[in-house]
């Protein structure tokens, strides 16, 4: 550079760098429960004082500290503990002004490195009211930063600081930094709404709300973060949108939380303003366009849309303006995001029938059923538009009205495109839960000309339809590609999926148990999707050939599934039923069926599967297990399960109980058990009557086992009584002709026979004739 030009060169660099130094420096605000806090700059070689009078605080800076801007305080910042802000630049310094909204104290305190906080906080450290903040909770971006970009807030760390040790007037240092990272750009609250944005877009775009291209999502989360998104030109907000009327007057409606001599404004109807706090009793049908939702939805960028209204929620003054918070709520609804519409309407209070239709709507469009005092819940006899918003809540579908199916074909078409997919999906998990797939199949039709990806909902969504039709292959094959690419896969999918495993039989991935462990452990344990994933997932258990892990994860579900709950009995009696019978003989199986004997309570299934476990045990070995499944006596209706249940006993040896749960039947079989029970009692005359009694069957078949029972006890009976007893039967016996196979001599049971039936030949050749079962017996 020539020297002709240096002086000019420093000339121009002092004169910038003066420039610099009388720029404002913004105050950045953070609102917390306990505490509002303002952090301003404070340079090294600066030094400030402190003092207040009531409602009224002045912080006197001194030394080489910036100009201060106050712009944008209450952009971020409700003024429940601070009415207002001001500054000005005096010689030596700059002075902030204060005027409180409670009676609260003023400590300020230096944080991280050049800065200053000022926290106002009640003396107790309480809160001075319910949060009332511009921006809806939960659902994004602070509304009152949505109207325009601005200084960011305090630092993340610094908003969760505890508090601080009051400093006094002169100090600048009296305690070591508490808070790290001053420079920090982002607060907490920038960051929780962020992520509850993007958290929203990319569950929307999962469910096929939306798509979210490349570009797109790359100027979304900046523009979250910086809570700016940007304004819309002149002329550009949709025709749906709510601006006060002319005629609307402002009152002051009192909010819960807010000192007495605090209000919030709000546009409100003349008509209105004297039963504003007063719910009224919804009309019993609705006017239909007050459900035209197509119209609350101009088609624009759900971001330019959500920037558009929220923008209008905060009037400059800082009021709330309840019609436009309404109309935002629309805009959520119609977009597919009832939980963010039901987190606005909820912070931000209100009453009156518009707004009970849309608390209704949003929890509809969730998921969650509507208040059973509102207005789609009190219109059973309406038709028109709430029709579909009843068949969504499942209040409407198993009717099969020819002009109900007709409203709700008609209002899902209607339906903006997010929307519709969200609310179809309602109706088909609906209809095919009342046994209406033909309804389900129709609105499959709709969706089929609608335009764009349904996405993984929609996949299951129609995967249940081919499950309800029988398809399970053809639903197996529509689900498989979808979860092997997906990262976090939808509730819904995933139990379509497990169904259609257990429907073709087909084995079970590993994969498939750990998504349906992770899904249900993200859920609440509530009826609906979350319900069905355990009760899929217990069925899979029990596939993979470990019933009782399965048994003992459904009684988990319910104290006594078998007396409390039909849907649980039912899946207690298939697994139960689809045990092999080695392993209901076994010890394990005699566990299974007695910590499960609830299931076999009632109705011919559980009876029979009942008498089924009962024969089992007790032919394994186990008759106090078969004795303690089957109740004893006439207590049992089902004539096999007393049979068994009388065999029970007398394995038992109690052959009394065994004749007790014995009568009334008749019978071949049970005669043979009750002359067992008369034998082991040593009433051979009681016997011999039940083997030759009506409805016996006096075959010789049944007659061999009369001898084999009369043979086992004849060491303690005498020659006499025998033959007395048998006369009839030894003459019926000596009158066959045919040749009487040859004997036998080698069983214990036929030498007892034989010396105590010598005078009695026919009869011993008639038992020597037994089988070796026949011997066994």
Not at 401 to 425: H, M, N, S, Y
Not at 609 to 632: E, H, K, M, Q, V
Not at 725 to 743: H, I
Request: include cysteine; aromatic fraction near 2%.
């Amino acid at each position: 550079m020539k020297l002709q030009y240096l002086p000019a060169a420093l000339l121009a660099v002092f004169v910038c760098t003066a420039a610099a130094a009388q720029q404002a420096a913004p105050i950045r605000a953070v609102e917390h429960p306990e505490y509002s806090r303002l952090v301003l700059p404070l340079p090294a070689g600066a030094d400030w004082s402190l003092s207040q009078d009531g409602s009224r605080a002045a912080l006197r800076l001194t030394g080489p500290v910036p100009d201060l801007d106050v712009s944008s305080v209450f952009q971020r910042m409700p003024r429940t503990r601070i009415l207002s802000v001001s500054a000005r630049t005096v010689p030596g310094g700059a002075t902030l002004e204060l005027t409180l909204a409670c009676a609260c104290e003023v400590v300020p305190a230096p944080i991280g490195t050049g800065f200053l906080a000022i926290d106002v906080r009640r003396p107790d450290g309480a809160p001075a009211t319910e949060r009332i903040d511009p921006r809806p909770m939960k659902i994004g971006a602070a509304a009152g930063a949505a109207q325009r970009p601005g200084p960011r807030a305090a630092p993340a760390s610094q908003a969760a600081a505890p508090d601080l040790a009051a400093a006094g007037p002169g100090s600048n240092a009296t305690a070591p930094p508490t808070l790290g990272g001053g420079g920090s750009d982002t607060t907490d609250a920038v960051l929780a709404a962020r992520d509850q944005l993007m958290a929203s877009l990319e569950r929307a775009a999962d469910e096929g709300l939306l798509t979210i291209a490349p570009e797109v999502a790359t100027s979304i989360a900046p523009l979250a973060a910086d809570l700016a998104i940007a304004e819309a030109a002149p002329g550009r907000l949709p025709a749906a949108t709510v601006t006060p009327a002319p005629s609307r007057t402002v009152a002051e409606v009192a909010a819960p939380g807010l000192d007495a001599h605090l209000s919030i404004r709000g546009p409100l109807d003349p008509a209105r303003r004297a039963d504003a706090d007063t719910e009224t009793t919804p009309q019993a049908c609705l006017n239909d366009e007050a459900l035209h939702v197509a119209s609350w939805n101009a088609g624009e960028e759900f971001a330019e849309g959500l920037g558009q209204r929220r923008r209008l929620i905060i009037s400059p003054a800082g009021d709330l303006d309840f019609p436009a918070i309404e109309d935002l709520a629309r805009f959520y609804i119609s977009s597919g995001f009832g939980r963010e519409a039901q987190a606005l309407l909820g912070v931000t209070g209100g009453t009156g029938d518009a707004r009970r239709l849309l608390q209704d709507l949003a929890r509809v469009v969730d998921g969650q059923p509507p208040d059973p005092l509102g207005p789609i819940a009190s219109a059973a006899a309406c038709d028109g538009r709430i029709s579909l918003w009843r068949a969504a809540a499942g209040l409407d579908t198993g009717s099969g009205r020819k002009a109900a199916d007709k409203a709700v074909l008609a209002g899902i078409e209607e339906l903006p495109v997010p929307l519709r997919r969200v609310v179809a999906a309602a109706v088909v998990r609906n209809a095919l839960a009342n046994d209406r797939p033909d309804l389900a199949r129709d609105i499959l039709g709709v969706l089929d000309r609608t335009p764009g990806d349904g996405g993984r909902g929609e996949v299951a969504m129609r995967a249940a339809v081919l499950l309800s039709e029988g398809q399970a292959g053809a639903a197996l094959a529509l689900t498989a590609p979808v979860l092997a690419t997906a990262s976090s896969p939808d509730p819904d999918l995933l139990l379509a999926h497990a169904q259609a495993t257990l429907q073709t039989g087909s084995s079970v991935a590993p994969a498939l148990t750990t998504g349906l462990d992770a899904a249900i452990a993200a859920l609440p344990d509530a009826p609906g999707v979350a319900r069905d994933l355990r009760l899929v997932r217990i069925r899979l258990e029990a596939a993979q050939g470990r019933p009782i892990a399965a048994l003992r994860a459904l009684r988990g579900l319910e104290a006594d599934p078998g007396s409390k709950d039909p849907e649980l009995r039912a899946v207690g009696l298939d697994i139960l039923e689809a045990m092999p019978a080695e392993q209901r003989r076994s010890l394990a199986g005699a566990h299974a069926a007695l910590e499960n004997k609830g299931i076999f309570a009632t109705g011919s299934r559980g009876a029979a599967l009942r008498t089924l476990f009962a024969g089992d045990l007790i032919r394994g070995g186990l008759p106090n297990a078969g004795s303690a499944l089957l109740a004893a006596g006439s207590e049992i209706a089902d004539r096999d399960a007393r049979l068994m249940a009388a065999a029970a006993r007398l394995a038992e040896g109690d052959p009394r109980g065994a004749l007790t749960a014995l009568d009334g039947l008749t019978g071949a079989d049970a005669a043979r058990v009750r002359a067992r029970s008369h034998i082991r009692l040593g009433d051979l005359p009681a016997a011999a009557a039940a083997m030759s009694g009506p409805g016996t069957n006096a075959s010789a078949d049944t007659r061999r086992d009369a001898l084999s029972l009369l043979a086992v006890a004849s060491d303690s009976t005498s020659k006499g009584e025998i033959s007395k007893l048998y006369a009839p039967l030894s003459a019926y016996l000596s009158r066959r002709t045919e040749p009487v196979p040859g004997t036998r001599e080698t069983g214990p049971t036929l030498d007892r026979a034989r010396a105590a039936l010598h005078d009695v030949p026919t009869l011993l050749a008639a038992v020597s004739a037994m089988t070796p079962r026949e011997d066994a017996n």
